[in-house]
């Protein structure tokens, strides 16, 4: 069997990442290896599409926490590469209180938002309906609304950021091969065999970060984890009114109101974009389709024509892409407990914006270093992965 000091199973957001920091750390010289089942760049799982949000407005502790790090960890990847994957708009998080009445949300709120905010000391300002108008006169409320606005928000770009992460890690002397299923990885002695169609390599370490198929690569190394997957979309819509909408113009938000939707503007593509949160039915990465669904896309249509219309224009496209959920909807990032030369991770459906940072931490734990910012909240063996009578808590 071929010998490397680590592979990375699965290329996406934080497989890139990881493989990245990996090399860095291990490099320079071959050992490093990343493998992607498909090509890379592929439209199959959920790292996909030129944007996601990246922000500071976090409405839990341990996310705050790893918030203001994930920018660093970006600029640090900017920086050596030369390229620009950050760009700031400035984002908002609007309220609707009347659409909102009744429903649990938890702390995903505006005071969940403000409290986390000031216990961390990130500067905001918060405005009622009639400040959010006048401000961003693209907006239509209904008087009900509350605001909150976070300078420092913007826009990712996914698919360039997975480029430039697989780039720099060849930099640093990682290999990569595409198009090639890992059918099983087998702890092996304090190694690891990793099974694929052309043929077994071992390693000293093995990061898993294959998302809607993690539990296929893991199929021989104990308990099956409870993941949910999602099949989500979003849509793009070719606006006429560029200059409206674009991003030294016009933030990134999300609206939380009977349904929770997230837009961007103009970036990409020459039009909007916009999705909704967790608003897509349960399928599996072999059964799900790549076409979506008519109620959704009629949902963004209705939202869209009441709340921010000049936004709207013909549908350029709409796709689909899949979240990977654990019941409390929280990342997993960690080293099997039996079996500490496996190291899985999971962003359940939100991990992009702290991809850099989690790359870094999957680094942390292949060299076996204290990771470098807090990740207990995001243990293999707490209770929502290991209590089967665990409740499904998504954020909604």
């Known amino acids: 069997m071929t010998a490397h000091r680590a592979i990375v ?3 996406g957001g934080l497989g890139s990442a990881a493989l990245h920091r990996i090399a860095a750390e291990l490099g320079p010289g071959p050992g490093v290896l990343g493998i992607e089942q498909f090509a890379l760049g592929h439209r199959r799982g959920a790292s996909q599409d030129h944007s996601r949000i990246i922000r500071l407005a976090q409405h839990q502790a341990h996310y705050a926490a790893l918030a203001a790090p994930a920018y660093a960890a970006w600029h640090e990847v900017e920086a050596e590469s030369g390229q620009q994957l950050l760009t700031r708009t400035g984002g908002l998080v609007v309220e609707d209180r009347v659409a909102r009445r009744g429903i649990d949300s ?8 403000c409290e986390v905010f000031d216990r961390f000391g ?3 300002e918060l405005l009622d309906a009639d400040a959010l108008v006048e401000r961003w006169p693209q907006f239509r409320v209904d008087g009900g609304e509350q605001a909150l606005y976070q300078a420092e928000s913007g826009i990712v770009d996914a698919a360039k950021a997975n480029a430039v992460h697989i780039a720099l890690a060849r930099a640093h002397g990682a290999e990569i091969m595409t198009d ?3 059918r099983a990885v087998r702890p092996d002695g304090d190694g690891v065999a990793v099974v694929t169609d052309r043929g077994t390599l071992r390693a000293d370490r093995v990061v898993v970060t294959a998302d809607a198929w993690t539990n296929r690569v893991l199929g021989e190394t104990g308990p099956t984890l409870p993941l949910t997957v999602l099949q989500e979309q979003v849509t793009y819509y070719s606006t006429p009114h560029l200059a409206e909408f674009a991003p030294s113009r016009f933030p990134v938000f999300m609206w939380h109101g009977r349904h929770n939707f997230y837009g961007f503007p103009v ?4 039009a909007t974009k916009l999705g909704q949160h967790m608003g897509g039915h349960e399928t599996t990465a072999e059964d799900r389709t790549f076409e979506p669904d008519p109620v959704r896309r009629a949902r963004y249509a209705d939202f869209v024509a009441r709340h921010v219309p000049r936004f709207g224009g013909p549908e350029l496209y ?4 899949l ?7 929280d990342f997993i990032i960690d080293t099997l407990p039996e079996h500490p030369q496996v190291v899985v991770a999971n962003g359940a459906g939100h991990a992009f914006k702290f991809a850099a940072l989690i790359g870094q931490l999957l680094a942390d734990l292949v060299v076996g270093r ?6 207990d909240a995001f243990s293999i063996t707490r209770p929502a992965l290991t209590d089967p009578a665990f409740p499904r808590s998504f954020h909604v």
């Open 9 to 11: 199973v699965g290329l």
């Open 106 to 113: 938890g702390t995903r709120n505006i005071e969940g938002y």
């Open 122 to 124: 990130v500067a905001y």
């Open 180 to 182: 090639t299923p890992v």
């Open 267 to 270: 970036h990409g593509e020459v």
């Open 318 to 321: 709409t796709k689909t892409c």
């Open 323 to 329: 979240y990977t959920v654990p019941p409390d909807q």
């Open 370 to 375: 204290a990771p470098s910012h807090p990740i």
